[in-house]
């Protein structure tokens, strides 16, 4: 579904707010490489440019890579190659960088394989996001289209596999503008709600959401959303 979601994921993307604090934390100190995996439409990669000799970019959606070489093009930003890879690929062409981000992108089914993947290209620091709390979806919007949603772990979970890998990860936070925030008409509630579960949703679902929309029963509880910053450095190991 992220070939759907490429274009709207590509409006806002490069003027986020998130992309440039998760840039802010990152230590660039003796640092020349980087490794942007699920780098998305490549807004990190294209805000880290100028700080970086070189930069890898892997997503496993061609439209996505598609948008992340526009961005590159219209930024500047000549030091990128962006490929197209998935976590369960082979990665004995991925090449080991100073950095590697992976952003937003840990939702899936075997963690620790992942991050034993991301770490074996992690020459310095790791730097993840992972979302706080279970679900990207209110709970009430779930309700009214009559719609389970596995909620999956959050953060805290993250941080356990990475000590019980024996790292020692530290830990911030970055409050970044939500997708499903205030919509002002039915309508834009409808896309922004079929945004974040995944660009799926049945004519009956859209029309329960419409009627929601126009009840007593909506009002927007969240315009952000919190994301946990963690970083792992290859030193810290216990």
């Not at 049945?202 to 994301?227: C, I, Q, V």
Request: with cysteine; charged share 30%; aromatic share 14%.
């Amino acid at each position: 579904h992220w070939d759907k979601k490429a274009p709207s994921f590509n409006e806002g993307v490069m003027k986020s707010a998130y992309a440039r604090e998760f840039i802010d934390k990152v230590d660039f100190t003796g640092v020349s490489t980087l490794l942007d995996f699920a780098c998305g439409a490549g807004a990190l990669s294209v805000l880290a440019a100028d700080k970086l000799e070189r930069i890898y970019g892997f997503d496993f959606s061609p439209k996505m890579l598609e948008f992340a070489e526009k961005n590159a093009q219209a930024y500047g930003a000549k030091n990128i190659k962006f490929a197209q890879k998935a976590f369960e690929d082979d990665w004995s062409d991925v090449p080991a960088c100073d950095v590697v981000f992976a952003s937003r992108c840990l939702e899936v089914d075997d963690l620790k394989t992942a991050l034993n993947k991301l770490l074996s290209k992690t020459k310095k620091s790791l730097y993840i996001t992972f979302k706080v709390g279970g679900s990207f979806v209110d709970g009430e919007i779930l309700d009214a289209i009559g719609r389970e949603v596995e909620q999956k772990p959050d953060f805290v979970y993250l941080l356990n596999i990475l000590f019980q890998m024996g790292y020692l990860p530290s830990l911030s936070y970055i409050k970044a503008q939500c997708h499903g925030g205030g919509a002002k008409s039915a309508e834009e509630f409808v896309q922004k709600t079929r945004w974040m579960l995944g660009g799926e949703l049945s004519g009956t679902e859209e029309a329960r959401l419409a009627e929601y929309f126009n009840s007593d029963k909506y009002e927007p509880k969240r315009d952000f959303m919190h994301w946990a910053f963690v970083r792992v450095d290859k030193t810290d190991e216990l």
